[in-house]
């Protein structure tokens, strides 16, 4: 490239690259240390004009581009070549660059806009979208080859059998076409395409497989199985509940000792009977507490009617630690405490229950406790107190009451109802709560006993409050203690006018 050019072929030179270049037209700009003069031109597509460059040199022509270290998109005839002398540079004197060789002539010849910008980057490729349907489909088809039998979805969380037990110990969660698995059992071994992944919450291992390692495999290439879907029952029907009950109560775990409701106020409850929904569940870790009623004409067998839920810290949006399962029929319903065998949603024996509560004598001299709260009737039942049953309200006392006497379950121990201090008054000094007087028209009804606090102890405690302070047997005393109906409404008369009597400040204490 030694030599001087003529004027003349710097004139064809920029005829010819305004015909060929893809963007603005061509300029002469100054001259090269050999004195060539440098034409310069912008491409469509330059964010800095005048980056295009060529000299001519005799009978060729070297074009380049200052801002594109791997040269530009050329038609035929140009031939590649790096070069290292200081006019090849790129921008801000960066180089080397790869500049482009022709013959003046072959430059006259190329088609219009046949010199572009190349793409730096290539067009990215639009990744594929995946259905999460699909993707469950074709990873459960994938975990059935470990094993696993899928038996029913809730919310998005396929429930399976594991192989090891008849619980439904397994787990599969599909999201944005992620598939994650689990097993309440411990640790499970999946091979290719699935991957060890993160722990859930309580420390179990998981795995989990991509939508493009699972679509397109030879398990997609078979027909979609079929899922039970759950909720096919009428929502709010009592179907509906004893589904919900069930598939909660067969991925529960045992309940830790230092659950919120086994330690309010000071009081350590068992939790030797005690569940609490496993992980992936909507209220994962509270206390699972079923509801059973009576069916109709029978003096023993008992169903599942609804459920309660004992959450392990206040909820911030509903500001409260008690929920009810959707569909619950709370009517009538109660629990007797430690009932065996253990509640799996099926029907239930009353009287198997009455059966493991008089084997021996000392059993037998108990008294059959009602208790509003589950809670307050473990403590009744921890204490050795008495045979507890859960009401799960102050209203349902009378129907539970009167379905035991109906059916002459009360005749070999006797019937206490153990109620709550309410003794609370408003301002205007009315009863806050009827639920004392409640209890004693149901105890004058069907011939029990009523267990009331009274004035020594503070408004609103029950057996578990008497359990946190005196112990178990404080609460001994409370039950043993018991009165017919009329005694206890002088008391709870007396110390209601006691009350209304005292100084404004005492009454709310």
């Not at 569909?327 to 253990?342: N, V």
């Amino acid at each position: 490239m030694s030599g001087f050019t003529s004027l003349e072929n710097n004139h064809r030179a920029v005829a010819a690259l305004e015909n060929a270049i893809d963007g603005d037209g061509v300029r002469m700009r100054g001259v090269t240390k050999r004195g060539n003069p440098v034409l310069q031109f912008t491409l469509n597509g330059d964010r800095v004009k005048n980056c295009g460059r060529a000299v001519v040199c005799g009978e060729h022509v070297m074009v380049w581009h200052a801002c594109l270290p791997n040269g530009l998109g050329t038609g035929e005839g140009f031939a590649r070549k790096e070069y290292t002398q200081q006019f090849v540079a790129g921008l801000g004197g960066r180089g080397p660059t790869v500049g482009h060789l022709i013959k003046l002539d072959k430059l006259e010849q190329q088609p219009e806009r046949s010199i572009v910008r190349p793409k730096l980057y290539p067009e990215r490729v639009a990744r594929p979208s995946y259905d999460d349907e699909q993707v469950r489909a074709v990873a459960m088809r994938s975990l059935e080859q470990h094993g696993w039998t899928f038996r029913k979805s809730a919310n998005g969380v396929g429930y399976a059998n594991d192989g090891a037990g008849s619980s439904l110990a397994c787990r599969l969660v599909v999201k944005d076409g992620l598939a994650q698995a689990w097993s309440h059992r411990g640790e499970i071994e999946l091979g290719p395409p699935w991957r060890k992944g993160k722990d859930v919450g309580d420390g179990l291992p998981t795995h989990y497989a991509v939508a493009r390692d699972l679509i397109g495999s030879k398990l997609d290439t078979e027909p979609l199985p079929a899922l039970p879907v759950r909720h096919t029952v009428e929502r709010g029907s009592i179907k509906e509940v004893q589904a919900e009950y069930a598939c909660l109560h067969a991925g529960a775990r045992a309940c830790p000792k230092n659950h919120r409701h086994l330690t309010k106020q000071g009081a350590q409850l068992s939790p030797d009977d005690a569940i609490v929904v496993g992980p992936g569940e909507k209220q994962s870790g509270a206390i699972l507490i079923p509801a059973l009623r009576p069916l109709p004409d029978a003096a023993s067998a008992l169903e599942v009617c609804g459920g309660y839920v004992l959450l392990p810290r206040i909820s911030e949006s509903l500001g409260t630690d008690k929920l009810m399962l959707r569909g619950s029929q709370p009517a009538g319903a109660f629990l007797p405490i430690d009932m065996l065998p253990s509640v799996d949603g099926k029907l239930h024996s009353f009287q198997g229950w009455m059966q493991q509560i008089s084997k021996t004598p000392e059993q037998r001299n108990l008294p059959i406790v009602l208790c509003e709260g589950w809670a307050t009737a473990k403590a009744v039942h921890e204490s050795g107190a008495g045979h507890a049953i859960c009401c799960f309200s102050s209203n349902n006392v009378g129907p539970v009451a009167r379905w035991l006497v109906a059916h002459e379950h009360d005749q070999t121990h006797g019937l206490v109802i153990a109620t709550d201090n309410d003794i609370g008054l408003t301002r205007d000094g009315v009863l806050a709560s009827k639920a004392v007087p409640s209890a004693i028209a149901v105890a004058r009804e069907v011939g029990a006993d009523v267990a009331f606090p009274g004035k020594s102890y503070r408004v609103g405690d029950d057996a578990r409050d008497i359990l946190a302070s005196g112990g178990p047997e404080a609460v001994r005393r409370f039950i043993e203690r018991a009165q017919k109906p009329d005694e206890v409404q002088a008391r709870f008369d007396a110390c209601i006018a006691t009350r209304r009597a005292a100084p404004a400040q005492e009454v709310q204490r």
